[in-house]
């Protein structure tokens, strides 16, 4: 890992779940977009973010899977789920959505 700004890379399961947030909250989708901005510029440090290991899973390919905030003191929060990689400059979004 390395400095700000990141390359962001994404999965198929976040690009679903981007598109069809999309179309059905356009409010919730600016949200996201505002976090992958600030992951991507600022990194994961910043502390709007709130990043953290979440421990209840693993990536992929078993790497450490972060949680980042895409909203805060709302029922339902939502949450952004990446990991760091493949490369030394990327960040991968795995998915979003309420915090489990």
Do not use: C
């Amino acid at each position: 890992m390395t400095a700000p700004p990141f390359i962001i890379g994404a999965t198929r399961e976040f690009g679903r779940v981007a598109a069809r947030i999309k179309k059905s909250d356009p409010g919730k989708y600016r949200k996201v977009q505002k976090t992958v901005r600030l992951l991507r510029d600022v990194g994961p440090r910043h502390p709007g973010l709130n990043s953290h290991k979440y421990s209840s899973f693993t990536g992929p390919n078993g790497e450490e899977v972060w949680e980042s905030y895409v909203e805060n003191k709302t029922p339902g929060a939502w949450r952004l789920f990446w990991i760091y990689g493949p490369g030394a400059d990327m960040i991968t979004l795995i998915s979003v959505g309420p915090h489990p």
